[in-house]
């Protein structure tokens, strides 16, 4: 019940929002800020509502590409031939599968000949604006692979925020951007442009 009333509040707040930002009397509703004769004061809050107004739309037109893909706008169905990296783990198992007749005459308490009983599957919608991890990231999977029992393989590089599995560098409007903060991200590991990520 609390969860839906705050749902409720939350599309209130944003309608009230949409109006007070866009309506042709938006002017009265911040008549405050031009008493102060401030220029910079005004810019800053012209500026806080263009964020807004870009904000909302952006708001509004992120469910399109999920939208689409359920309706049939991008063909036939999701594009399985997209590369991506198998962990070792799992090249492993799959390899052994193939040649499943020599893997029976060594020695079974070797970690390799252990079928994967359980897939831990990594989604990672922060930080990952690409197929490629950050430094940081791949290290923490690296050492998480290291420290996972045989049996269980660790799946990864899947973009949770995509329903085609498309990276927000590549194919997007907005993917010059995302390029950007990613150079920028590379050449300087503090960057606040993370936050962003």
Known sequence: MIRRLLNLSGIVLLAVGA????????????QWYLAFNN???????????????????????SPFEA??????????????????????QLSTHSDRSDSRGDSRDGDRSDHSNTTPSRYLIYLDGISQSCADYPVRVQNFLDELIAALPPDVVLIQDIL???????PLTAQRPFSTVWRWINRVEAWNEQSPLDIFI
Not at 67 to 88: M, N, R
Request: charged share 15%; net charge negative; with cysteine.
């Open 67 to 88: 939208l689409g893909w359920w309706a049939g706008w991008y063909g036939d169905g999701i594009e399985t031939h997209i590369a991506c990296k198998i962990s070792d």
């Open 39 to 61: 220029q910079l004061l005004g810019l800053v809050v012209d500026l806080a509502r263009v964020s807004l107004i870009a904000l909302l739309v952006a708001g509004l037109l």
């Open 160 to 166: 949770a925020y995509s329903a085609l599995n498309r």
């Open 19 to 30: 109006i007070v930002l866009l309506s042709p009397i938006n002017d009265r509703w911040l």
